[in-house]
């Protein structure tokens, strides 16, 4: 049995495909009998069409008598009688035939169109239910292609080749048993070719069902093409790549043209292999048939009727044996057509999900976690409660994870980790159209219909009343520019409102989610793409929109959530920073006098009284708001508007040990801005505790992909080595240097083998950690070779954690400044693991502190590139030991796949060094 294999990985044989057919016929099996009843009537009828041929030549030319069955009806005595009759029965076969075929035709078509109908609308609305990653990966050509050709297969195999198939068998059957009749010798002659068709057949079938799919699958490809260019017209035009994009499509239909005459060339094969055959089954009964002439067993007009009913014979086996191998290729299409309905969404509606009529708008992300593949996470660990009503503004750099963040609220996906609710219920607990009711969604490229400009805004609520669509459409602020046109509301806007401008479509977009009136609001990035005049009217038309309604804002621009309750900022797929807005104060934050949380009078009286022991005439915060918690309790705080110049101030809990007091009070002050500002410390009432007071860090968050960034993050570390290198290391700080990780390294090797036996991790973890550990050994064991690089090298502060979130890019008088905070993990060392965690191997010349203590025997780039490779390996030991925290709890998977990652990328930068792997 041959199988092909599917998209979604499953084998399909050609018995699974038949009996998966009859489950999609079943429906249609009356209108199919009735087509089979007809189609079987040409049997007879065939049987019937050489009979006058033989009375004529037997009864009227020759001496023989009528054949007995035929007596009652045919005239006795008169050749001339006879011969009319013959005539007259011909014409009535051939009538006869006529109308079967017509009959056939008539209820072929019927029940081949409403199938078809039917499957495709399947096919459709399957398509519209599966999860937008499906469509994302897939292209809309394909699943276009599938619709308006694969579907086709289903109608062809029910209606044209199974019928065929039938009526053939019968027809064989029948004409084999009326020659055997007349004489057996020349039916056992005739039936003999049968085997050498099978046999022919059977090894034409696979070959031509591949080449069917491969043919199918460049058709898809190409088609993808052709859509894709034509739809970016204007983009081909204007960079004036009309000749490329031709060539392009030359080559990627030329492809299928030579796939196509391939199945042609091997079909035409097969149809001679199956001529020929035929042809010598011919030869050989005539052959036969006249020495039994001759020898008185048959009479002429008998060889007349056998090969007649011979040449109608090999008809069906002709007919046979090139529907299965046509059907080989409908089988092909049916494949393709059957996986997309066993698709299954990513996202799928629970058996007994609630209903929702209208939500308050209550929003809580509890630790939510999604990767559009397993190896690349977007968003991790998000933690986020909306009140009814509050307006979130979300900001962050190019693939942060904004989108994704608020795509997750639709339900478009499902968090891999983590969990949201909507009105304290989980989003996959609720009915999914009752839930995406709750959402109005304006894009930063708004998607109009081809279509009027008053059914693109009624799309929201089709059963709006025209005064409702035109209510909107004013709330939005584009009735007067739609009453100014010359059909009004009846305006067609072309393919994706091409016809009209930038704002008109964000505008018409607006009043959709005007007239929607859902309680839950996504703008993501409504405002980009238009020029100021245009984002001041419809920035107008949003804040309208959002009264009253829970709304997310996704903004580059900062001074577009002016209006926001509260801030996030993504980075890294984290909340990097999350701070309160300038509305209405409902976001969660910490007040004297009014107080949201039972333990915020002690935490508010706790920070005041710190900040004032600091002995500075500055205000008491207007208010505390809390930025993040450890273990429930508060860690890090912002004080608003207590600092100098009214500008807001960090305070962070810190252990009385701890490193960053020492850091901020008596190294950076060495190095002017390499810090944020410092306020000073002051113990908490617990006495192990103290509070850490310095500047709030504005501006915007690192990046190492931008070329400016990396140049100040490069002089910025430059200046910090420059000058520590000199201080005196009798400071109470770490050592983070080749012995602090050499220590990790062996933290790293005990957990992950101890992580082995838990039961959560399937033998492929398990694997996965073996081998981590076999590396990790091995480093360790020529852990000598990696100090190598170092040696010469002078010991200065280590930050120890420069990630982006810990990092902002702010513009001082214009001017920029790369400034880092968090320096928990401070330390001296030789701060390789900083240059690696910045990328900046490239721009030495920016860092003088290296190029000046290079020891003799190599070049500059040559030691340059070893040290940045031992910081990858710091770097990679520490990022496992991180992972390693999680590998004895009930959910290791992520931390056993990171760390599979990170063994590969260890390997990679020991060969490097020259280590053994």
Partial sequence: MTGARREGGTSYGERQLLRRLGRELRPYRLWIAGLYALSMLAVPLALLAPVPLKIVVDSVLGAQPVPPVLEPVLPAGSDTALLLAASLLFVTVALLTQLQSLGTAVVRALTGERLLLDFRTRLFRHLQRLSVSYHDLRGTSDSTYRIQYDALAVQQIAVDSIPSFLTATFTLVSMLYVTAVIDWQLALVAVAVSPVLLAVSWRYRARLRTQSRRVKRLESGAMSMAQETLAATRVVQAFGQEEHEEQRFTRRFHEGMWARVHYAVVSGRYALLVGLTTAVGSAVVLFVGALHVQAGVITVGELVLVMSYLAQLYSPLRTMSKKAGSLQGHLASAERAFAVLDEQPDVRERPGARALVRARGDLVLDGVSFGYDAQRPVLENVSLHVRPGMRVGVSGATGAGK?????????????????????????????????????????????????????????????????????????????????????????????????????????????????????????????????????????????????????????HRLGTLEGCDQRIELAGGRVARMTDGVSSGRARVVKSGDVSEPAAPDLFADVADAWRGLGTRSPLPRRVEVLKRHHDEPEVCCLHGCGPGGRDVI???????????????????????????????????????????????????????????????????????????????????????????????GSVIEAMSKAQGNPRIDPEGRSRLSAAVERCLLLEHQWDIAGAPLEGLRPGLVHGDLVPKNARIRRLSGEPQFVAFDWETAGWGVPVPDLEEFAVENRWEEIPWILDQLPGGRSAGEHARLAFTVGRIFRLVASIDWECSGLCTAWPYRGVRRIGDYRRHLGESMRVLGMEV
């Fill in 403 to 555: 989108t994704t963040l608020v795509s997750l609220l639709n339900r478009f996906y499902d968090p891999t980790e983590g969990r949201i609710l909507l009105d304290d219920v989980d989003l996959r607990d609720y009915r999914l159209v009752d839930l995406r009711r709750q959402f109005a969604v304006v894009l930063q490229e708004p998607l109009l219909f081809s279509t009027s400009i008053g059914e693109n805004i009624a799309y929201a609520r089709p059963e709006a009343s025209f005064e409702e669509i035109t209510a909107a459409a004013a709330a939005a602020g584009a009735h007067d520019f739609i009453a100014a046109l010359p059909d009004g509301f009846d305006t067609l806007v072309g393919e994706r409102g091409v016809r009209l401008s930038g704002g008109e479509r964000q505008r018409i977009s607006l009043a959709r989610a005007f007239l929607k009136d859902a309680p839950v609001l996504v703008l993501d990035e409504p405002t980009s793409a238009v020029d100021v005049r245009t984002e001041k009217a419809i920035m107008e038309a949003m804040y309208r929109l959002m009264e009253g309604r829970t709304t997310f804002l996704i903004a």
């Fill in 651 to 745: 305070a962070k809990r810190l252990s009385a040990a701890a490193v960053e007091p020492v850091v901020y009070e008596h190294v950076l002050p060495a190095v002017p801005g390499c810090g944020p500002a410092f306020y000073g410390v002051v113990p908490a009432h617990d006495e192990d505790q103290c509070w850490l007071f310095m500047e709030d860090v504005d501006g915007d968050v690192y990046t190492p992909a931008t070329f400016e960034h990396r140049g100040l993050a490069a002089r910025w570390l430059g200046a910090l080595h420059s000058a520590t290198s000199e201080m005196r290391l009798d400071l109470v700080l770490p050592d983070r240097g080749p012995a602090h990780y050499r220590s990790r390294l």
